[in-house]
């Protein structure tokens, strides 16, 4: 599975968008971009995935370039709640798949009043 | 409800003694998971079952074993627990049929402590 990076800390005002970036630029054209996030020692959660085309759902929206080597996760209107570890992973599907995410230290996201 | 139920949620043991996590699912998913997690090193997959009769093992899975009960239970144990099995333990689940293919949903978490 490519590796992806990460800034490790990113600050955001509660109501404004956050933008996390993750740059993945040995993804192969299988793999698909997994956002999820951990907020104090909780399950991970899902958030988001894409393979090429932006996706949005009720929790996020993922933009991803048109080269696939990086992509954005942008949480519309950050609340405090959001404060958490957010992991960008790249992971292809199939059965040979083991569930084997490679989740990395992540981007730590501090939601400020 | 929690859709992927862990117990116990924290559990301190003796060194030497053998304890067992279990976990159970009503999301109906075929594939179960369990991981470990330590400070500073992320998310580590223990063993990995894609159904009943299916279990295999993760990256780390010397001194844990483990029992795939039924669709919805998967238990892991440590048959003679060491302090350096002290972590936070995840069981998740993903739907091999699913639309979301890959996506693996986790349990809350079991805090183990081996002093």
């Known amino acids: 599975d490519a590796k992806t990076t990460q800034p490790t800390s990113m600050d955001c005002a509660e109501g404004r968008a956050a933008n996390l970036p993750c740059n993945h630029s040995?993804?192969?054209?299988?793999?698909?971009v997994y956002w999820y996030r951990q907020i104090h020692s909780q399950g991970p959660q899902y958030i988001i995935h894409g393979l090429k085309n932006n996706e949005t759902n009720e929790m996020a929206s993922l933009i991803i370039t048109e080269d696939r080597k990086s992509s954005t996760l942008i949480l519309p209107h950050a609340t405090l709640r959001d404060t958490a570890v957010y992991y960008c992973i790249v992971s292809a599907l199939g059965s040979s798949n083991t569930g084997k995410l490679i989740f990395g230290q992540g981007t730590t996201l501090q939601v400020k009043p | 409800d929690a859709d992927v139920t862990q117990t116990p949620r924290n559990r301190i043991t003796k060194t030497g003694k053998r304890i067992m996590l279990e976990c159970s699912q009503t999301k109906g998913h075929d594939r179960m998971y369990w991981y470990r997690q330590d400070p500073g090193l992320g998310l580590r997959l223990i063993y990995y079952?894609?159904?009943?009769?299916?279990?295999n093992k993760g990256e780390i899975s010397d001194g844990y074993s483990v029992s795939r009960q039924a669709q919805a239970k998967f238990s892991l144990s440590l048959e003679s627990a060491i302090p350096n099995q002290t972590a936070l333990y995840f069981c998740?689940?993903?739907?091999?049929?699913?639309?979301?293919?890959?996506?693996?949903?986790f349990g809350e978490g079991s805090w183990l402590t081996v002093v």
């Open positions: 079952s894609f159904d009943v009769k299916d279990i």
């Open positions: 998740a689940t993903s739907d091999s049929a699913g639309p979301s293919g890959n996506t693996i949903y």
């Open positions: 040995t993804i192969s054209g299988n793999e698909y």
